[in-house]
């Protein structure tokens, strides 16, 4: 059972953005800000805080990690099931470390490049080159 003060807390900001639209539309209006899963994570931070230094309260930077972090795996997971469809190709990996991907899309399958002078042009495929 959760402790009361950390209840007090997670219902207080539950109420703080219900109440106040403005708060609400800036924290959760952004793509992939998850508000369900943002109060998952309020309450694991919270719960954490509560046990380590007796009082829930997340200052402004845990705030700002936890809705960072529900954007982040959201992002994964979308991106996870589109290479997962072949809707997305991971086709090298940058010196840091990142991915380099290449979309396909529905109606064009993914093709070779042909011999010679050609150049692939969005929407036209492989164009000669001149």
């Known amino acids: 059972m959760m402790e009361i003060d950390i209840q007090i807390y997670i219902t207080s900001i539950r109420n703080f953005f219900e109440t106040n639209e403005e708060a609400r539309r800036q924290m959760f ?3 992939y800000a998850d508000e369900e899963m943002f109060y998952e994570g309020l309450v694991e ?39 997962d469809k072949d809707m997305v190709k991971i086709v090298d990996v940058n010196k ?3 991915p380099i991907l290449k979309v396909i899309s529905k109606d064009n399958k993914e093709s070779e490049v042909p011999e010679g002078p050609f150049q692939e042009i969005q929407g036209y495929g492989f164009m000669g080159l001149n």
Do not use: C, M, W
């Not at 719960?47 to 992002?75: M, W």
């Open 45 to 83: 931070v919270a719960t954490k805080n509560f046990e380590t230094h007796g009082d829930p309260t997340l200052t402004k930077d845990e705030i700002s990690e936890l809705i960072q972090g529900v954007i982040q795996y959201n992002i994964r997971t979308e991106l996870k099931d589109l290479i």
């Open 96 to 98: 840091d470390g990142t």
């Open 29 to 31: 209006n952004i793509p």
